[in-house]
């Protein structure tokens, strides 16, 4: 394959030689050769004549034994003793003083790109708003929020929101806190606490999520205090937005009620409880009207020994009062007492 690509072909004059030399070797007439080819007459004629001499001398007087044995010898000659190779010289190629510098230009920015990529990525990590590398923090957390899956997402959104939090407090230590920064960190808030409530978190993401809360608060306050010239709704809401994360990490694993079906089919009778004893007098007594009868009456209720229960659970017993008035006036009355608990 190699020895191909550096054969010379043959140019279109020689293949042209080639295809009208066997004509003539075939016995034609060279003028009937070159009307062939009439377009080529000029430059083949010439050439068709010296091979036909060639020819014709070489039929006329063949080579004699002593040419041939010293034509060999010489071949011989030559294959013992080589010629030592000549270097061949190649001659520099020139190039254009503008596409050098072109080339050279192109190279040099393409390094220097690839230089910055690097550098920002690897110095982004204590970046805070308004630095140059700060892009190249935020291109990075969006990669690994993407990259993240399951318990993994939480711990990724954890670390995000603690980063806003030193970010913030970078910040306010020097004065310098945008509403623009306090509104994404209530975005980053309300991230966090939708996939906090979708799962169930473990011991130590609760005591970090109490603790992002708590710290976050203390600088959102200290940022109101030294820049009153923000708008206080955003302050407020930001602040709201820290304490509903720390609310969500003190509040605990939650915790299953287990249901507990007990039936309990035995009816309890409380026999203290005191029955309705509603007197009637009879028609006969006549109570005159100095009587006065005593307030306080003494009633007995004896239920009796059996007491029947339906599966309802109700009791139903038949006590007896009897009722003790000034003499003159008698009272007595039997109701009958249900309780059905």
């Keep these: 394959m190699i020895r191909h690509l550096f054969e010379r072909k043959a140019t279109p004059q020689a293949e042209l030689l080639a295809e009208a030399q066997p004509l003539l070797d075939d016995g034609l007439d060279l003028d009937f050769v070159l009307g062939l080819f009439p377009d080529d007459t000029d430059w083949l004629e010439p050439l068709l004549e010296v091979t036909t001499g060639i020819a014709e001398a070489a039929a006329s007087e063949p080579p004699s034994y002593y040419f041939e044995a010293s034509l060999k010898s010489q071949f011989l000659n030559a294959a013992r003793n080589p010629k030592p190779a000549q270097p061949v010289v190649m001659p520099a190629p020139v190039y254009s003083p503008a596409r050098t510098a072109v080339a050279s230009l192109s190279v040099a920015g393409v390094a220097a790109a690839v230089g910055a990529l690097a550098l920002g990525f690897i110095t982004a990590g204590n970046a805070v708003p308004g630095d140059w590398n700060y892009t190249f923090k935020l291109a990075n957390e969006r990669l690994e929020y993407t990259l993240s ?185 039997t109701p009958p007492a249900t309780h059905t608990p």
Excluded at 283 to 293: I, M, N, R, V
């Design 149 to 333: 899956r399951g318990d993994g997402r939480v711990d990724v959104q954890l670390h995000q929101v603690e980063n806003r939090v030193v970010e913030l407090q970078k910040l306010s230590s020097r004065g310098d806190v945008s509403p623009e920064q306090l509104e994404r960190a209530q975005r980053d808030l309300a991230d966090l606490q939708q996939i906090a409530g979708q799962r169930d978190l473990d011991q130590m993401q609760r005591a970090r999520l109490e603790g992002i809360g708590r710290q976050g608060k203390a600088v959102v306050v200290a940022i109101s205090e030294k820049q009153p010239d923000i708008p206080q709704e955003t302050v407020d809401a930001t602040a709201a937005g820290f304490d509903a994360v720390a609310t969500l990490g003190a509040s605990g694993p939650t915790e299953i009620p287990t249901a507990t079906a007990t039936a309990t089919a035995s009816p309890t009778a409380s026999p203290t409880t005191p029955p309705t004893a509603s007197p009637s007098a009879s028609p006969s007594a006549t109570a005159e009207p100095s009587a006065t009868a005593s307030p306080p009456a003494t009633t007995t209720a004896t239920p009796e020994p059996t007491a029947s229960a339906s599966p309802t659970g109700s009791v139903t017993a038949e006590p007896t009062s009897t009722g003790t008035a000034t003499p003159g006036e008698t009272e007595t009355s």
